[in-house]
């Protein structure tokens, strides 16, 4: 069965940096590109960017662009999507999602709350 | 960047009855084009790919049809797991440079 387990739910403070984590399992995680895509509360999906494990080509959306990094982990099958200095407008929920004639399967999502 | 419109914002349908939703690109996508259910906190799901194929596990009820800038998903006869926020997205560039875009969505919500 293909799974993307992201990690748990963070509470940070402006200015710090964060870390999220997506790991597949039962599919060959180095062949498929995953993205993230970003849902801020009650809004729609944005598409931020995409990696390919295999070599870690990564791709990122003009609007996200030098604010988030994503990178992957081949040999522990994970992705990672990271902020150096968070900002309140990062308060949302991010989803990884496997590509494959669109985005076949998703992560469950991290909730990202960046408050004083 | 191509740029994915969906309307209505919202439909009211009762149980039973028949949904329209509809899907514009601001420049031809051929087929690549997916459609999503996404309940109220859960992840999206994939329903259909490639314009009008279902995934794995998805009902009959669902029908996806269009091409090159104008799509549509019916839903035939609304059951009440179908109320639902659906999203479009276009996969029409390889790899995607400029975004596999989404519409903003359009609610379904019981009449």
Redesign the interface.
Known sequence: EVQLVQSGAEVKKPGESLKISCQGSGYSFSIYWIAWVRQMPGKGLEWMGIIYPGDSDTRYSPSFQGQVTISADKSINTAYLQWSSLEAADTAMYYCARMSRGCDYWGQGTLVTVAA | ?IVMTQSPATLSVSPGERATLSCRASQSVSSNL?W?QQKLGQ????LI??AS?R?TGIPARFRGSGSGTEFTLTISSLQSEDFAVY?C?Q?NSW???????????TKVEIK
Do not use: D, S
Not at chain 2, 95 to 105: D, H, L, N, S, V
């Open positions: 960047e997916a999503y992840a999206p799901r994939l790919y490639g194929t995934a999203h997205q996969y790899p995607p440079e400029r975004g596999w875009t989404f519409g903003q969505g």
